[in-house]
C-alpha cells in the first residue's frame, strides 16, 4: 500500500461489528476517489479507456500502481467477503472509479480450483450458516477468504479444525515471532514451487513488519533461519535422511541458535506448509483474485472466444468441460461396483484367514519395492522459476525414492516410534496445546466419512481409507506391523498411485489430467477428501521422522 494508514483501513474490514466495517469501507472510498480524481482522463494521464493504455497502467507511475492495488483488493472483497455489506459497497465503490473513466480490474480463472467446476463449489453469499461461520471466521482471522478455503469447504469438519489450527501457529502465543513464521511458510512452499503460498505469505510477512530485504532470498534473511535451509530441504523430499545430527546442528549454532521449543513450532510450520503444497497442486487451486494471475485490467474480447473470454464466465467454457468429461466417462458406471466388490471379498477374506507377520512383512517390502516403480509424472524435470527459487538453497534437490542403486534405509516400524505414543506428547510438551490441535486434524482426516462411494450410500469405507493411509506413509519407508499391505494392490489402481505419488512426493507436477483420471465416477468433494488423507498422512509422515530425530538428540 501507498500509505501506511491504509493498512488500518483494510484491518478494519475484518472486524465483526457492522459500524466497524462501514467505517472503514468510507475511508477506502474516499481514499480510491481522491487517486482515481487525479487520474482520471484529461488529468496528464493517459486514458485507459484508450485501446493500448493498458499497458501503461502497472509502471507509468508509483501512484497509478497504489490505485491499481486498492482496486484489485476491492475487487476480492466484493467476490470473496462474507460479509454482504462489504461485498456490496466494494462493487459501488469500484463502478464509481470506472465511471470516471478508469480501467478496473476483473477475475481471471473459473473459481478457486482448476480442476472443479465453479458451479459446483459454494458460491460467497449463498452458504449456510454452519459454512458462513467457517467464512466468517476465516477472513476475520487471515483478512481474506482464500481459494484453499473455498474448496476445503466440501469437508466443513476438517476446514474448523484446520483453520483452528493454523491460526494457533501463526498468529497466537508461540516460541517464534510472527515475522519469522510467515517467513519459514515461504521457505516450505518454494521447496515446491508453490507460488500460490509463497505470495500469499509474502504479504503475510511484510503485513506483520518483515524486512522487505528478507524476500530478495534466503541469504539476506538471518543466518538463523538461513541454518534451517537445510532441514527444510530433507523434510520436504527425503524425510527419512533426518538424523540426530541435523537436529544438533540447529540447537548448537552458538548465536544462531535454536531453542528445541523454537525448532518443534517451525518443524510443524514446515511440514504443514509442505503439506499444504501438496493439496494446493493435488485440487488445482487457482491464484487469489488479488494475486498475480488472479486478476486482469484487460477488457473483454468482443470477438471470438479468446482465454479472457473463458476466465470471465463465459457459458461456452462449461460446454467444453461437460463435452470433454462425457467423452472421458462413456465406459459402463463399472468401475465403483468393481472397488466395492473387491472391499467385500478382501473384508471376507480377513474373516476367514489371518496372514502371519512374516507374510506380512513380505508384502510391506514388496509394495514398498513396488511404490519406487510408480512415476510421478510423464512431464519432464523444470527448473523452478527465479521468483520462487530464491527463497531456499540447493534447488536441483528433490524426492528421491529411499532405496537407490542398491542403498537401503531401514523401515520406520511405526510400533516403536507413533505419533500417538511419541510424537505428540513430544510437540505438546514443548509447544502446549499444538499437539492436541494436530492430532483432532489427523483424526478427522482419517475417520471422515459420508459412507458413500459416488452414487452408493450406507458404504463402510474404512478399509479403503486406511489403504490410502498406509501406501503413503508405505512410500515414506514407514510400516505397520499388523496391517496387510496386500490390500493395497486390490484397492488402489495405478492411475490412483500415480496421482497419489506424485501430489505426495512432487505435487508441482500434478496435471488436470492425472486428477480427472482416477476414480472417474466419483464426485469432486470425495477427490478433495483424498486430498485431505494424502496431505495429513504425509504431514505425520515428515512429523515422525523429525520428531524421532529430536527425540534421540535429547536422549
Given at each position: ?178 515475522h519469522y513464521r510467515h517467513y519459514i511458510g515461504i521457505m516450505a512452499a518454494a521447496r515446491h514451487q508453490c507460488s500460490y503460498l509463497v505470495n500469499l505469505h509474502v504479504n503475510d510477512f511484510l503485513h506483520v513488519g518483515g ?16 541454518n534451517l535451509g537445510e532441514l527444510n530441504k530433507i523434510l520436504a523430499h527425503r524425510p527419512w535422511l533426518i538424523t540426530k545430527e ?310
Amino acid at each position: 500500500m501507498a500509505d501506511r494508514d491504509g493498512e488500518a483501513r483494510w484491518d478494519g474490514l475484518c472486524s465483526r461489528d457492522a459500524g466497524s466495517r462501514d467505517v472503514a469501507l468510507e475511508s477506502i472510498r474516499q481514499a480510491v476517489l481522491k487517486k482515481s480524481e487525479a487520474m482520471a482522463p484529461g488529468k496528464d494521464m493517459s486514458s485507459p479507456s484508450v485501446a493500448g493504455a493498458e499497458e501503461l497502467l502497472p509502471s507509468a507511475t508509483s501512484a497509478q500502481g497504489g490505485l491499481n492495488e486498492m482496486l484489485t483488493r476491492l475487487l476480492m472483497l466484493s467476490k470473496r467477503c462474507p460479509f454482504r455489506d462489504v461485498r456490496e459497497k466494494a462493487e459501488v465503490i469500484l463502478r464509481t472509479v470506472q465511471e470516471l473513466g478508469i480501467r478496473i480490474p476483473r477475475p481471471l480463472g473459473q473459481g478457486p480450483s482448476r480442476f472443479i467446476p465453479e458451479m459446483e463449489i459454494i458460491q460467497v453469499g449463498s452458504e449456510d450458516t454452519q459454512m458462513h461461520t467457517l467464512f466468517a471466521e476465516s477472513f476475520t482471522t487471515l483478512g481474506r477468504l482464500d481459494n484453499i478455503t473455498l474448496v476445503m469447504v466440501f469437508h466443513p469438519q476438517y476446514l474448523e479444525n484446520f483453520l483452528k489450527t493454523q491460526h494457533y501457529l501463526l498468529q497466537m502465543d508461540g516460541p517464534l515471532p510472527l515475522h519469522y513464521r510467515h517467513y519459514i511458510g515461504i521457505m516450505a512452499a518454494a521447496r515446491h514451487q508453490c507460488s500460490y503460498l509463497v505470495n500469499l505469505h509474502v504479504n503475510d510477512f511484510l503485513h506483520v513488519g518483515g524486512d522487505p530485504k528478507w524476500l530478495n532470498g534466503l541469504e539476506c534473511a538471518p543466518q538463523k533461519l538461513q541454518n534451517l535451509g537445510e532441514l527444510n530441504k530433507i523434510l520436504a523430499h527425503r524425510p527419512w535422511l533426518i538424523t540426530k545430527e541435523h537436529i544438533e546442528q540447529l540447537l548448537k549454532t552458538e548465536e544462531h541458535s535454536w531453542s528445541l521449543a523454537e525448532l518443534i513450532h517451525a518443524v510443524v510450520l514446515l511440514t504443514h506448509y509442505h503439506s499444504l503444497s501438496s493439496f494446493t497442486f493435488g485440487c488445482g487451486i487457482n491464484p487469489e483474485i488479488h494475486c498475480d494471475g488472479g486478476h486482469t485490467f484487460r477488457p473483454p474480447s468482443v470477438s471470438d472466444y479468446c482465454i479472457c473470454d473463458i476466465a470471465n464466465g463465459n457459458h461456452g467454457v462449461y460446454e467444453t468441460q461437460d463435452s470433454i468429461g462425457s467423452a472421458a466417462t462413456t465406459e459402463p458406471f463399472c468401475e465403483v461396483e468393481a472397488l466395492m466388490e473387491k472391499m467385500k471379498q478382501l473384508q471376507e477374506s480377513r474373516d476367514d484367514v489371518k496372514a502371519s507377520q512374516e507374510e506380512k512383512a513380505t508384502r510391506f517390502e514388496k509394495e514398498k519395492r513396488e511404490s519406487m516403480l510408480v512415476c510421478c509424472s510423464e512431464i519432464e524435470e523444470s527448473a523452478p522459476t527465479k521468483d520462487v527459487s530464491r527463497h531456499f538453497e540447493d534447488t536441483s534437490y528433490g524426492y528421491k525414492d529411499f532405496s537407490r542403486h542398491g542403498m537401503h534405509v531401514p523401515t520406520f516400524h511405526v510400533q516403536d516410534y507413533s505419533w500417538e505414543d511419541h510424537g505428540y506428547s513430544l510437540v505438546n510438551r514443548l509447544y502446549p496445546d499444538v499437539g492436541q490441535l494436530i492430532d483432532e486434524k489427523f483424526q478427522i482426516a482419517y475417520n471422515l466419512t459420508y459412507n458413500t462411494m459416488a452414487m452408493h450410500k450406507d458404504v463402510d469405507t474404512s478399509m479403503l481409507r486406511r489403504a490410502i493411509w498406509n501406501y503413503i506413509h508405505c512410500m515414506f519407508g514407514i510400516r505397520y506391523d499388523d496391517y496387510d499391505y496386500g490390500e493395497i494392490n486390490q484397492l488402489l489402481d495405478r492411475s490412483f498411485k500415480v496421482y497419489i505419488k506424485t501430489v505426495v512426493c512432487a505435487p508441482e507436477k500434478t496435471t488436470h489430467r492425472m486428477y480427472d483420471s482416477f476414480w472417474r465416477q466419483f464426485k469432486h468433494s470425495e477427490k478433495v477428501h483424498v486430498n485431505l488423507l494424502l496431505i495429513e498422512a504425509r504431514m505425520q509422515a515428515e512429523l515422525l521422522y523429525a520428531l524421532r530425530a529430536i527425540t534421540r538428540y535429547m536422549t
